[in-house]
């Protein structure tokens, strides 16, 4: 029995019986032509959406149902039956046709933050308006004002693979960070809160240049050579340089922020944090990248079915340690 | 010219000329006798008070007027003069003689908190009184009920050494904590608050045992072979054991939050931290130390009268690195 | 054609050949329902006795013979065929029912020692007897007779996976560690044989509680947290507690063993070894370790079939090194 | 008996009997006022000049012939006579006056390259002469023909401690590096030699900025914060900016050949070197470093009378080992 | 369709379309049996020749066209089909048959080098003819002279898996590093060059007996147990002991630069580099092999049709990083 | 007042008052001519007996009282008077003069072993009679008949600084080794107690070349660049070289034992220990040597004066832990 079109994400997949027919549209992320064991060629898809991936089979390719010409990057129309292998959950396609413009809407095929991004980009302009330090105020403006700059910083994940690693990841991460960066200014007196929040705005905006987004989530040939840091360094540099009146000093510092603020050299940082702005930065981006890891970790183990009394599998992110979910488990025990 | 008895602290001295004779009481730290190259022996002593240390030499131990009673640990009178040698101050004793009773405020002989331990104390209890979670407030108000902890955890420093290193500080360190930490468990909704402010607490408790604090800062023999987190588990598992309502899954949480704040296992916690409660008490630890640090470091740069162009020397506890002082630098830049 | 019952292990498999079919009882360690690439369902089985484990495989879910009601943890008997798998042995199942009460010893179903443990038991007990130090004596005659920490201590495994992996593992492994450090003793007039054999008692004890072994062996969630140490030297002070001429000094270095027994804070031990006692017990343990992990690895080898010129193959808890046979390799050079 | 001016370099004194009077021109690089035992002020001063440093005092600061307005920075006329104190060699001062302007050339002052600076430069031009690729010879010789970039490029030290510490040190180095790695490209067919030699001309340049060298050799606030690889990249960026023509990829190698030149995160490069020129470019810096460490380290050890037999001291820079000089060790031998 | 005999190398299989039917003599790696799921055995064998290593499959082992009396090491014709498994190239078998002796010649079945043996053998010993040192001219004649050693020296590879693993890759390899080591011995005037060429040619010379290469390459136990570090030292120490008047001096540094020739500890050098041709040793021996591993990567990416915007995968021997082929990348741009 | 000659040792002199007077003969170590803050040359020594190290002063260079012909190495009788200086021994010298040929016995001159060196080594051979192994037994005997060897074994130190720094602390080392490593090889059937025995006897045989003891304990410039390691395995292999019947794996086994004995590569073996009894080597000489280490701590305690509840100062070979006397803690808590 089929289902609807709108309906069909990959996480709902899960619930489904083997054997459950069903239809749907993709994007192809990976094609390639295998051979069974007994030698007969069979395709091997990968596809997603914005709620993840999934393995497809296409086992008779000269099947008239099959289009011929789709490739990786293609948006396809699919229809098939759910099916497990090992623990993991397959598709067998039967019919497959490369999608029509405007037929699906391709923010549904990756996945992307599910805060409304005009808002969270407000509560961004908004806290660049609060500013008292009228160099960064101005710094930032002409940043956030550049067009091609405003509508990368609104897109780009905030990393490949690990913690906010989605549409709108970045822009997502940045305003946690503003909210729990101010909290720490207003605690240490001692702190630049203006100084604080440009670092945070900026530390990672060069990897609006050091990814790539429009076919899964991937490094470019420059952001691998020269990395996130660099291109933050350079893109802020030049904004500056348009800034006649910008201080050297401050300029300086900015600079400085970005360039240490993963902390240690060994994790890229060609420079330790050597101002307490930096250090504080360093530690809420780090703090903030783990509470988002664990808590993506808390709801996927959810989803898997664990019980309350289980712990999550290592998280590579976290040391290859293992969580405990508190307020699930200590629910268990007031039970 | 003489000086009257209550004006002289050591942070004093520096601003003495050569030769200034001066009075006051002070700790005797060190008490050691020394030969000069010309076989003469001589006393060297180290002297504190509340506002650092000092070198003292008696050249003369035959003189009437140097008592031969004194030993480590006592609080004496001297009168002598000001002098220098290789940038270290140095005091040049002609008189010695041990203190009266309640001749002088022992409280001025040790560094200790410039803030009012009977107000931090209220916020510690006002912060308990704010809790909703039932077991972890009669944890708290029991533990801080018992007037020997409760004068320990008002007295102790937060370390030997490093940070805080002075009466109250572990006080001091906690209030500090949890203002902060509190901010954090409202960013973070996963965060379950009373757990984590517990952990803040109780986290650093077992220092009231594995230090001394009557002659300078010390460890116990029983806090180097066993441990501030060993100490702290214990001291919190006899309440607990108490407390017959106490659930497990609650008791083990508050005992992990315990042995893991050190983050690391190579900075001696035997676990990981592995909740999230636990591991923003690691980085809200981590970093308020850090800050206390900087924060000293800038007073003492200032003190030595370096100007805002130069960085501090480099700091043990922060990786050896050397810091800026960001609102010093700026300054100049705006000048 | 059939084999009887009690004649057959694990073990006994490697040696059958394809296709041969027998019956017999295992613990079910695992069952998961899976799909085979035609979508058909089927059910995989790890199921174990006290020799090893064995994948089971259910081809036909539907077929009567097979029972519905088994979970994880049952004992069951079935009835199948052996086969080959990428050089895994497999079962293959026709029949499946759920074990009778008292139709099997569980014994027979985890890995266990192939000591005596009543023997072994005595032997501790004739250890202790032994004791010149009145104090440590009683402690350890006081734990030993709570019969749940008694039964507790002859049943549990030293370890999840690496060395004496096996029910009454921490007994054999205790034992072997008495003989060994009485050696030791002797050998070295500065060390305390009272205190040191005390150590190697109560070292690991917290692990009858850290671990669980009903269902094969595991991490109890409260051992994940707190850990062996921790929950070891609970249990200690627990005991010293009730005993109220117990010296403070002696305390304090019986706990200082367990915490320091693993030598290394990357190893989990929050305090290095700073006494020459714990200084010994780090090194017989660790080495009474690697030797019984060497032992086991020798005997895999053989048990493989490998000649005495092939090194072992890479061991994990051995840095990842190969070993070599020393005595079957000289056997050859000789012949 | 007094020693002309000219004739006197501090290189000079080592052969110098006790109490041996002469006079000189040397630069202040520390003054500080110290106290003797007996509470009398004396001053304490560091002097250089390009052969080395000198530790000078003078115990009479009342005295009429010595200069009381001279700081570090100026370059100042002393007489006096040679002593030894734990085997270094001080200089007890008797006169002290500011030098003239013009009455001594600065470049006695600072230690600088024995090698010929306009020789080195032309060396320089001609290899980027020798260039098939046009836009990184036209890269090369936009930011030589700068006069600022070219001027400090001929001054600049290699480093402040290390390695090729003088003035001339850097372009000292890169000529060495140059005709190593023109060998190197001669022999690895793989290799694009412009791109390599780009690297190698470019790879330090931000030390330009850096460092200091005016009075000793020191680190700018900006070069502590920023680092000389930042620095040089974005000399370079902002030069390939105004070539319009430059080909993006070649910039993107460019700029990553000076940001990987240090060959590991940990010594500072954000980036590993991922083409085969930076890596070639990691080694030919690192082994010219590593030479020229021995080669000075060889020249101190005869400089110190040490014998063939005897090894260096333990080299900082090579991991504190000790070297042994082949040739001479060797001409031992067949003696 | 068939394919002749001497046309067929594993390299050539890449091409060949599904099912398509070859033959060919290969080398036996590996032979197991195996199992079916639906439990009939198979044999699986590794096969290789110089260019590669092959999986095959004989699913019918009684077929009468296959031979029942091969093993690991002999020489087979086989026939039948290519398939690919998972983006793997297999092999079906349908015959096979062990090959006769002389109908093959052996050194197309070891990857070996692509250079003219004989043509590197003049080389190296033209090298030694240069040297000006008669010691250690004599020591190499007389090593070289020994026929075992030539004929291992030019057989052995220079690894068993990283940098030149194949047969005269030790050769290949001593031969770059001469020319290399010469050019560096030429810009450094403080090396002795004959004292560094002669290191060179020996520092992997106990390879001939830490590896084997007659059933592909591997390690003999001993070479497992010692290491060609210490077989080589005990070569050449043997070497030495026949040589009656070569001086003790020269002797030490000759085994020292063996010892040292990996460069660090941790690399199983028991002695870091202390003399400055040590030091130049480990270097050219790092780059050498980093060098061909680069290339040998390359060429593999090219092979493997990727486009010159790709990078290559992660390589081990270069600490996982991933490297683009700069001179591809460069035309791309151009274009 | 004066003493005797024979009773005087540099241990006895802390208990000498201020400017005691005494007399002795002792060992030269260092020979330096310094400078007085008053340009005064005098003379620094240090000056050795078996008991400890002293520095000397020599003020008046001229007084003829004092021989000007004694050097570094030269045994010399010394008049003078005690002092101390910064907590450190020194003695001012009135009268020096070289001594006689036989005046004084040179053992009484360095540190050496308090054992009986003939009874060590009776038991030495009378371990290697115990043998059942006949090539063992005949390859040691061989080696420890050779006069060289067998007087170089009873002289050297273990080391040079760290543990058995004395004469004859190599065999003493090797004698509580035999016992240990006996006791152990009972406990454990797995290994070859010959073999262990013989690693035992052989592992540091390599220091009879690589250190000297003739002036004070160094290493030799050889010792320096090969190691002991290495050393000692040429000695073995030249004794093994006349043992034509010696089994090869059993030679392969012994070196492996010498090479691995330091248990990893970056303590500068360049092979893991791959043998049990290999592993076993490698345990109870780092055992033993810690041991040694820590008794020698805990008496250089109890000489300091410290009390029963005082740890250790840091102890370097340790890891820099400081340690507690157990006995004399328990001692304390009984009273």
């Known amino acids: 029995m089929n289902v609807s079109m709108k309906d069909i994400y990959i996480s709902d997949l899960a619930a489904f019986d083997e054997g459950k027919v069903f239809n749907g549209f993709f994007l192809v992320l990976l094609k390639q032509q295998r051979t069974t064991k007994t030698n007969k060629p069979y395709l091997n898809l990968i596809l997603g959406d914005k709620t993840g991936q999934l393995e497809g089979r296409i086992w008779d390719i000269a099947d008239p149902r099959i289009a011929k010409d789709f490739d990786k990057g293609d948006i396809v129309k699919v229809r098939g039956s759910a099916s497990r292998f090992d623990e993991r959950l397959q598709m067998k396609i039967d019919q497959l046709r490369v999608a029509l413009p405007d037929e699906v809407d391709k923010a549904d095929l990756l996945p992307s933050t599910t805060y409304d ?22 710094l930032l403006n002409t940043l956030l004002a550049d067009p091609a700059v405003a509508e990368a910083y609104r897109e780009a994940p905030a990393a490949r693979q690990l913690h906010h690693a989605w549409l709108g990841g970045l822009l997502e991460h940045v305003i946690s960070l503003l909210t729990l960066a101010d909290r720490v200014a207003t605690h240490y007196p001692l702190l630049d809160r203006d100084l604080l929040l440009t670092g945070v705005i900026l530390h990672d905006i060069g990897k609006t240049h050091e990814l790539s987004w429009d076919i899964g989530f991937d490094y470019t040939i420059e952001g691998t050579l ?34 240490s603020h993963h902390g240690k050299l060994e994790f890229g940082s060609p420079k330790l944090p050597m101002i307490p702005e930096a250090l504080v930065l360093n530690f809420v981006d780090d703090l903030d990248a783990k509470m988002q890891a664990i808590s993506t970790e808390f709801d996927k183990t959810i989803r898997e079915g664990k019980g309350p009394n289980e712990m999550t599998g290592k998280v590579w992110s976290l040391d290859n340690r293992q969580l405990l979910n508190t307020k699930r488990w200590l629910g268990e025990d007031k039970g």
Chains 1, 2, 3, 4, 5, 6 share one sequence.
């Open 117 to 138: 991004v005009a808002a969270l980009w407000s509560q961004l302009l908004a806290c660049v308006e609060s500013f008292t330090n009228p160099n960064l105020k101005l």
């Open 226 to 259: 020269l990395g996130h840091i660099q291109m933050g360094v350079e893109m802020v540099e030049r904004a500056i340089a348009t800034l006649p009146s910008f201080p050297d000093h401050l300029r300086t510092l900015v600079l400085h922020m970005i360039l």
